[in-house]
């Protein structure tokens, strides 16, 4: 009789994850620091030098925030009312 709640019965699929993790990163392939990972800090990166590139404060920011949502949401109205 098969305990399907079993440590045996769980492992297997860990195991073989493993295993493949291990094969991948043999290969040069590391899923942790690659791939989409990297893409994804690197536009946090970005971002964030873009930000503080600027030199604005706090609140200089949240300003220039709130005119850039402004201009996009005429923006949007005209859009919408010539369509």
Known sequence: MMVWGS???QRKPIEKAH???AEMRRAGLDLGHGGEAAKKRG???A???RR???GLTPDE???RKAAQMRHY????R???GAT
């Open 73 to 76: 949401r005429i923006a949007q």
């Open 47 to 49: 971002e964030s030098n």
């Open 7 to 9: 440590n045996a019965q």
């Open 43 to 45: 536009a946090k990166l």
């Open 78 to 80: 005209r859009e919408r």
């Open 61 to 63: 920011m949240r300003a």
């Open 52 to 54: 503080r590139a600027l």
């Open 19 to 21: 295993a493949r993790l």
